[in-house]
């Protein structure tokens, strides 16, 4: 079973539209939990942690449900520039490896 | 953010030959640094983690004798793949954790290195 399980969409949207990924992870035990942002043929960057209340970055929410062990990323108002793949990041304890999804693809439409 | 660099950015090399890859923290000391490997449309794969002044540690399957680590300073790990075939270009790509206190712990991307072998 995969660490970390995304739906690689692609996900097509209109600009202005909301969209929202979600991510499961599979060990109860991880303690710290990242998006990262993937453009094509380039290196990820970090996108935003992922705290346990939730948190915004903009247009960008992050939420975290522990029971169920998903997160999810919402980006409200979705711009053209966001047209990328969102990696969702799993990592068991604070100096651990990090277990990365196959990326979620978000392309933005004028 | 912090910046990692990485050189060379492509290389396209016969099969058989080696390449080296170097990954290198510009702006902080890394005392870990990793080593992934992103075939296309797949999700990175961490291929070793590099420790300043150890051994590195291999991920199962990852053969150790042929793709070499070596981090001798704090701010420079090299990846070498040894006798390089077909099967090997991939996208290769480095992080360097940079920790703040005991509470933040992020990875800090190169930008990859594209490996093409003919």
Redesign the interface.
């Known amino acids: 079973r995969k660490e970390v399980e995304q739906d690689p969409g692609p996900f097509n949207v209109p600009e202005g539209a909301t969209v929202a990924f979600n991510c499961t992870y599979s060990n109860s035990a991880s303690q710290s939990f990242f998006w990262y942002r993937q453009d094509c043929r380039k290196e990820p960057k970090l996108l935003m942690s992922v705290y346990s209340s939730g948190n915004e970055d903009g247009r960008f929410t992050a939420q975290l449900n522990r029971a169920s062990q998903y997160i999810s990323l919402l980006i409200r108002d979705s711009k053209l520039s966001d047209s990328a793949t969102y990696l969702c990041v799993v990592q068991l304890n604070t100096g651990n490896q990090f277990y990365f999804g196959t990326g979620t693809s978000l392309t933005v439409i004028p | 953010?912090a910046v990692v660099s990485q050189h060379p950015s492509r290389v396209i090399c016969k099969s058989g030959t080696s390449v080296k890859i170097e990954c290198r923290s510009l702006d902080f000391q890394a005392t870990?640094m990793?080593w992934?490997r992103q075939f296309p449309?797949?999700?990175?794969?961490?291929m070793a983690?590099s420790n300043e002044g150890s051994k590195a540690t291999y991920e199962q399957g990852v053969e150790k004798d042929k793709f070499l680590i070596n981090h001798a300073s704090l701010t420079l790990s090299t990846l070498t793949v040894t006798s390089a075939h077909p099967e090997d270009s991939s996208?290769y790509?480095c992080s360097a954790?940079d920790?703040v206190g005991?509470?933040t712990?992020?990875?800090?991307?190169?930008?990859?290195t594209?490996l093409t072998v003919l």
């Open positions: 953010g870990t990793f992934y449309k797949q999700s990175l794969m961490l983690t996208f790509i954790r920790r005991e509470s712990d992020t990875q800090y991307f190169g930008p990859g594209r």
